[in-house]
Each structure stands twice: as structure tokens, then as C-alpha cells.
């Protein structure tokens, strides 16, 4: 199987899904010409023109707004916010209007529209291009949430995506478009919303994990395999909806679990994930169900020996598994 | 470029009041029924409040004769209208029903906007190109945007339209939404039915420049202003602003000023900060009895056809009101569905379960 980066197989994706069907088109800011600040859409505007792929003004209200309204009105937009830590100014858009309008409306209306968002830190971006946003939209129902970890999900996940008939928001790590390879066949596959997947598996204890942090919960099962510990990665894909059987069957055989976020720790999506565990998995635990996520300041600071000090790492995930082993 | 109204010449005993808008005889009367029967409507939801039947109502009176002059110009079943929460006229003339209006003050599980999800005056039906209603205010202009890409895109000839408040009309979803349409000549109208008030804060502190026609010019587009209680004028207005749109000119800023007869909503007292000359004075520019003195006047509206569609309005109230009376409220079983278009076994139902409550 051909060899691809994160970021070209998103791209790859959106082009083959805008061939596909002539009612996809892709709206934001720089996504014309330039091909996106991070060349998500590189090449599209070309082949597609102006009609189907639109430089927007920096509008992020606008562009979710609109988005909605062709959702309405027969057209699949791909809205890119250009960054996810802009995406606050369409908050009210994606939560008060996307993800309300087939329940208020008792399925008279169904919004087919995807945002794509580049995500997370680690990659000198500050407290404004470092956030990880998903906490606020997966407490909303109504609204998907997607972050997919390679390149082979990330493709298959947002041709899910675009084809799904309700708003989907696509988070992808920002630090991964360029540094994560991966195997990416051609043809049409999906790969299914909803659905989580063991990427490693083992026996005592489970680190369930996403995006980035689903490439240093690997690693940190590596290190410390040879410690004689045997580690289960559950990849979650998909946040809401949550994959609860996958997670609480790994729970169930190895009897601990450990969360890792990059968000920050009070109330991020590990918080939920650990009470759901508590809840439907209590006779199972051997240990309590931990988190390693980003400490509980407002951002991500600029200074490298700061955001080192932010960031959760491979060593940070295996320290806290070495602990949670001890119990 | 801005079009001031006037009020329409009073045409002689047997004219053809419409030709000058080309409407016929027939299209005037059904216009006309269609502000006296949104007003039937609304008075009826008011008895019901007051009777307790009904725990809330948010009101259209005043605001008609503009919405049934505009929406007129607009092609049912092909154009698109995001209405808001006064849009009762406005959704009739698109093809709601008066028993699709009552069953959303009853909330009844037949209530075509939302099963009785929402609160009463969130209309919406997709059957007729409404685009569902929310509470926070001036997010459909966008959504009509978009509607209006969506057209333009797929070249289907739609226009797309959306009413709200002048005090909506500053939020800046208004703003984000007119430079986009403006920028790329989408088909959209924005009305703007000003009726004076924000709930109870008056225009002189609510829009800087005392008019919302007037910022048009900063988009690029045409801005009109019209008398909104002169229900031709609100036609013509709209028709040439339709034509534009379906020209490929882009959008039409449309200012109709008209009033407010009742409060805010039943939950708001507008004796405490509206004088009682001032609602004495804005009753005398009621659309209404204008609207009927010009039909009366121009021998369109005879004796027979008055007496006609005046039965026809309190049959259909009627009918109506024992409609939405006698249908059951939503079973809490469905309270789940629709969240998204299938169910998902992530979303577990609550620990009571999914019956109904005990009261």
C-alpha cells in the first residue's frame, strides 16, 4: 500500500470525495489559492473552481452559518476553521443551530456538513494555535466528534464524515500532518463513525487514547513492555459517539485503565470516559481510573521549556501507567 | 440607492388598485385574508394565554400586513424563507396552516415545526420551505446565506429570504452574513421589520445611525426602507428585490417599518416603559383596517366577499383551536429520536427510563 502523510491522505480524501459528489464543496479561510494554511486543500480550487472551493472572509460564524444553510439546501459543505482555536466565534452556530436543528425540528431538517479543525500543541503555536477544543462539542448532543490518529482513519473517517447526514466536526492534530505516515490503499473504503480500535493489544492495563496522544499511548506501551508490563491501546477514532462496548470490554479484561489527553485535565473528555468506566465497569477495577492530560492553565505557553512542560509525552503516559501498575 | 415608500394612491370606486403592482383583483383578496386571518390567529392564541390554556405567547400583531406584502413576492415550494419568532403571517402566506400555528402553542406531538419540542412561535416546516426557528436571535440570516449559496451553486433559480427585529438586526452574525452574500452576489433579502422596540429598549439606544436601511450602503447593496403597515408598498419593495435577486444582483436590504400592538411576549408588560399616547397612536397605523380601507375603497373587497372570508377565518380559527385542543402531547418514548437521522447506542437513555412521568 502506498505510503502517506496525515495530511495528504486528508487531502486525498476531501479531493476524491468533492469527484465523487458534485454537491461537496469546501468553504474557509485561505482554502482558495493558497490551499490552506496547512495545504489541506492544496490543488482543489484548481480542479474544482470557485464555486466548490471558497476563500471565505474571517468569518467563523459565517462560515458555519452558511454551511448550515447549504446543508439545508442540497449542497455537503467541508467547512475549515483554520485553526480549532478560532472556532469560538461559531460556537453558538455549531451548538445553539448544527447540533439542534433535526431534534428541534423532529427530523424535518438534517444538516449533511462536516468542519474540519486542526488541533493541539507541541508545534510552538501559543495559547491561540495549540488548543484541544473537543471537550466543548462532545458534551453537545447532536454534533459528532472525530479525531482520527493515522492517516489510513484519518482518510476513511472523513469520507465517512462527508457522507454522514448529520454535522460532524474533524478534529486533526496540527503536529501529525507532516510527521505521521502511513499506509493509505486507493479505492473507495470508509472507515465507520463510532467506532473505536485496539491498536495494541495486552492484558493489564488499558490506555485509551486519541489523536496524537494515540501515537504516544504506542509508544509508551513499548517502553514499558519491557518492564514487564503489558499494555492495551484503545484508540478511540470517534469521541461521541463513544465506542463504549470496545472500551469497557478492554476494561473489563485487564482490570485498570488509564486516560490520555492532551486537553486540559478538569472536565476534558478523559473525565468522561473515566466516570462511564466507574459507572458500568466498578467489579472489574483492580486500580483507579486515571488520567495524563494537560495541566489546568489557559493555554499552551510559547517559551519551548513551557510547552515541554504542557505537553503530554510518550515518558509522561508510561510514568503514569508505571504507577498505576504498582496498584 | 433607497426607495421611500408612500402610501399608495386611494384608487377610485372599481379600479384596478393592483395594476400598478400587478396584482389581480383575486391575488389582493387572498392577501388580505391572509393578514386578517395571521391577526385572527394571534388574537386567539392571546384568549387562550389568558385562559390558560396555553403557558406562553409570542405575538405577530402589527407586523402582518409587511410580512404578507413580502412574502407574497416569493414563490411557494421553490424560494426559501428563515423566518423568526413574529413570522406567523409570514409562514401562512408560505403555507403553514392556522392548525399547524395552534398546535405549536399547544406543543401537541402533531405540532409540524417540532413535535412539540419548542417553544411556541419556533415555526418551521420543511414541507413549505421554512426554515426552522431558534430563540438566539439573527443566526438564520446566515442560515438563509447559505441557502442562497446553495442556489447559486446549483443553479436552481431559488431566492432565499429572512426576516427579523430591528434590535436582532445588530448582532453580528448580520454583519458576517450581509458581506458575504453582498461579496458574492448571492440571491438573498434581508428584511429587517422594525417595530421600534428590542423587547423594551427603544431604537435611539439600541441602533446608532436611526436607521438599519442605511448600513446597506456599507455592503454594497441596495437598502429600502417602506412603510411596513402598507402592505402594497411591502410588495413592491419586495418584488424588485426578488427580481434583482433572480437577476443575479445580489441581495436587497428591506427596512419595514411597522409596529407592535401587543408586548413583548405574554410574559412582558410594555405599559411600564411604552406611554399610553404612544400605543394609542401606533394602533392608528395598523395595517389592517389600512389594508381593508383600500380594498373597500377600490370595490375589491365587496360586502359578499368580506362577509366570505370572514367566515372563512373564524371556521378555520376554529376548527384550529379544537384541532390543537384535542391532540395528544409527544409520548416521552421519542423523546430520544432525532438527535441524529439514526439511533445510536452511545446515547443511553436515563436511569427513569423513557415512560411518561407521573402527573
Known amino acids: 500500500m502506498p505510503l502517506k502523510t496525515f495530511i495528504e491522505a486528508i487531502r486525498e480524501g476531501l479531493r476524491e470525495e468533492m469527484v465523487r459528489d458534485e454537491t461537496v464543496i469546501v468553504l474557509g479561510e485561505d482554502v482558495g489559492k493558497k490551499g490552506g494554511v496547512f495545504l489541506a486543500t492544496d490543488g482543489l480550487w484548481g480542479e474544482f473552481g470557485d464555486d466548490r472551493v471558497i476563500d471565505t472572509p474571517l468569518t467563523e460564524s459565517q462560515i458555519v452559518g452558511t454551511s448550515i444553510g447549504a446543508a439545508i439546501n442540497g449542497i455537503r459543505p467541508v467547512a475549515e476553521i483554520q485553526f480549532a482555536d478560532f472556532i469560538f466565534p461559531a460556537f453558538n452556530q455549531l451548538v445553539s443551530e448544527a447540533a439542534r436543528m433535526r431534534y428541534r425540528s423532529n427530523n424535518g431538517y438534517g444538516l449533511p456538513m462536516t468542519v474540519r479543525a486542526p488541533y493541539g500543541g507541541g508545534v510552538h503555536g501559543a495559547l491561540y494555535h495549540s488548543q484541544s477544543v473537543e471537550a466543548f462539542f462532545t458534551h453537545v448532543p447532536g454534533l459528532k466528534v472525530v479525531v482520527p490518529s493515522t492517516p489510513y482513519d484519518a482518510k476513511g473517517l472523513l469520507r465517512s464524515a462527508i457522507r454522514d447526514d448529520d454535522p460532524v466536526l474533524f478534529f486533526e492534530h496540527k503536529k501529525m500532518y507532516r510527521s505521521v505516515r502511513g499506509d493509505v490503499p486507493d479505492g473507495d473504503y470508509t472507515v465507520p463513525l463510532g467506532k473505536a480500535q485496539v491498536t495494541h493489544p495486552g492484558t493489564q492495563i488499558t490506555v485509551v487514547a486519541y489523536g496524537l496522544m494515540a501515537h504516544y499511548a504506542l509508544e509508551a506501551a513499548d517502553r514499558v513492555a519491557d518492564e514487564g508490563i503489558s499494555v492495551e491501546v484503545v484508540d478511540l477514532r470517534t469521541l461521541r459517539p463513544l465506542d463504549k462496548e470496545t472500551v469497557l470490554d478492554s476494561v473489563r479484561k485487564t482490570g485498570k485503565c488509564l486516560i490520555a489527553y492532551e486537553d486540559n485535565r478538569f472536565g476534558g473528555y478523559g473525565a468522561e470516559v473515566a466516570a462511564i468506566i466507574a459507572e458500568e465497569a466498578f467489579d472489574y477495577l483492580d486500580g483507579p481510573v486515571t488520567r495524563i492530560a494537560g495541566p489546568d492553565v489557559p493555554g499552551v505557553p510559547y517559551n519551548h521549556v513551557l510547552e515541554e512542560w504542557f505537553m503530554v509525552n510518550p515518558e509522561k503516559i508510561a510514568d503514569g501507567i508505571r504507577k498505576l501498575a504498582a496498584y | ?346 446515547e443511553t437513555p436515563p436511569p427513569w427510563g423513557m415512560g411518561g412521568g407521573d402527573g
Open chain 2, 1 to 346: 440607492m433607497a426607495v421611500s415608500s408612500k402610501p399608495a394612491a386611494a384608487s377610485k370606486p372599481g379600479s384596478h388598485l393592483g395594476d400598478a403592482v400587478g396584482l389581480t383583483d383575486d391575488d389582493l383578496l387572498e392577501m388580505y385574508r391572509l393578514v386578517a386571518l395571521a391577526r385572527a390567529v394571534d388574537e386567539r392564541m392571546w384568549i387562550l394565554n389568558r385562559a390558560g390554556r396555553i403557558p406562553f405567547v409570542i405575538s405577530g400583531q402589527g407586523h402582518e400586513g409587511a410580512q404578507v406584502g413580502i412574502a407574497w413576492a416569493l414563490e411557494k415550494g421553490k424560494d426559501w424563507i428563515a423566518p423568526f419568532y413574529r413570522s406567523i403571517a409570514t409562514c401562512l402566506t408560505f403555507g403553514m396552516s392556522p392548525r399547524d400555528i395552534l398546535t405549536a402553542q399547544y406543543a401537541t406531538a402533531s405540532d409540524p415545526s417540532s413535535g412539540g419540542r419548542q417553544m411556541p412561535g419556533h415555526y418551521g416546516s420543511h414541507e413549505h420551505n421554512l426554515v426552522s426557528v431558534s430563540s438566539p436571535v439573527a443566526t438564520q440570516l446566515l442560515h438563509a446565506v447559505g441557502i442562497a449559496l446553495a442556489a447559486k451553486i446549483r443553479k436552481t433559480g431559488q431566492v432565499a429570504m429572512t426576516s427579523m427585529g430591528e434590535g436582532s438586526s445588530n448582532q453580528g452574525d448580520v454583519h458576517e452574513g450581509l458581506n458575504f452574500a453582498a461579496i458574492h452576489k448571492l440571491p438573498f433579502i434581508f428584511v429587517v421589520e422594525n417595530n421600534g422596540y428590542a423587547i423594551s429598549v427603544p431604537m435611539a439606544k439600541q441602533v446608532a445611525g436611526s436607521s438599519v436601511w442605511e448600513r446597506a450602503s456599507g455592503y454594497g447593496i441596495p437598502g429600502v426602507v417602506v412603510d411596513g403597515e402598507d402592505v402594497l408598498a411591502c410588495y413592491k419593495a419586495s418584488r424588485d428585490a426578488v427580481a434583482r435577486a433572480r437577476a443575479g444582483d445580489g441581495p436587497t436590504l428591506i427596512e419595514a417599518k411597522v409596529t407592535r400592538l401587543t408586548a413583548h411576549s405574554s410574559d412582558d408588560q410594555q405599559t411600564k416603559y411604552r406611554s399610553e399616547e404612544e400605543l394609542a397612536a401606533e394602533k392608528g397605523r395598523d395595517a389592517l383596517p389600512k389594508f381593508r380601507a383600500q380594498l373597500v375603497d377600490a370595490g375589491i373587497l365587496t360586502p359578499e366577499a368580506e362577509e366570505r372570508i370572514n367566515a372563512s377565518i373564524t371556521r378555520d380559527v376554529d376548527d384550529a383551536t379544537d384541532y390543537a385542543e384535542s391532540q395528544p402531547d409527544p409520548d416521552p418514548a421519542t423523546a430520544m429520536k432525532w438527535v441524529f437521522a439514526e439511533d445510536w447506542p452511545g
